[in-house]
């Protein structure tokens, strides 16, 4: 099945870095959803985005929208000790039969180095 | 609160010992879906249902059966499993209108099948 490919796919970083990662897919989707996962526990939504580039915060969090609807971006500025998790990009996908399918990236986690 | 619940949060099990993960919403949500997350490979749906009775495969079913024989429960069924399906389990929901949006997420079983 289609996949998004995350990259990077692991970063370590200091407290009170920028962060930036990014998610590309070789078909369009009409809307872009980043989830984060903390250790143990399920995705939970941060940002959504529905049209070609459009640019969104969440307080330290901004997404974007690519233009040309393959791509998307996220960025967490001065990150801090509770941003440690996994980020994850997703596109909702119609099937032929109307199931509108959540497809997931690979996942980019982050490590906060003390 | 409204949440998605699924037990066992961990299970370990031999291999052809047939299994039940359950999982359970009280939000009154007619969209169902079960994913399984794998290092380096993201969330891959395995099955989903639109409502009641209505159920169908998503990208990797081999393995797997389920059941929506009641709005609030879709439980996930290993008749046979195998070390291959050792992964973390996820179950989602949402109203079926909320097209990419308000997906709620289980806190996940981890499976061992050795």
């Known amino acids: 099945g289609q996949q998004l490919n995350q990259s990077p796919q692991s970063m370590f970083i200091q407290e009170g870095e920028d962060v930036s990662m990014n998610c590309t897919s070789s078909s369009i989707f009409n809307t872009w959803l980043w989830y984060k996962q903390d250790p143990g526990e399920g995705p939970v939504l941060l940002i959504a985005?529905?049209?070609?580039?459009e640019l969104t915060s969440n307080g330290r969090l901004t997404a974007q929208f690519g233009i040309t609807r393959k791509d998307s971006f996220l960025n967490i500025s001065a990150s801090i000790p509770s941003d440690v998790g996994i980020y994850f990009c997703a596109g909702p996908l119609i099937s032929n039969f109307g199931n509108e399918k959540l497809t997931f990236g690979t996942g980019t986690r982050l490590t906060i180095i003390p | 609160e409204a949440q998605v619940t699924q037990n066992p949060r961990y299970l370990i099990t031999v291999t052809g010992k047939k299994l039940t993960v359950t999982c359970s919403q009280n939000?009154?949500?007619?969209?169902m879906s079960w994913y399984r997350q794998d290092p380096g490979l993201g969330l891959r749906q395995i099955y989903y249902s639109m409502n009641v009775e209505v159920t169908d495969k998503g990208d990797v079913p081999e393995g797997y059966k389920v059941s929506r024989k009641e709005k609030r429960n879709f439980p996930l069924i290993l008749e046979s499993p195998s070390p291959n399906q050792t992964s973390l389990y996820f179950c989602?929901?949402?109203?079926?209108?909320?097209?990419?949006?308000?997906?709620?997420f289980g806190s996940g079983t981890r499976l061992t099948v050795v």
């Open positions: 939000m009154n949500h007619e969209y």
């Open positions: 985005l529905y049209k070609a580039g």
């Open positions: 989602a929901s949402r109203f079926l209108p909320d097209r990419g949006l308000g997906y709620t």
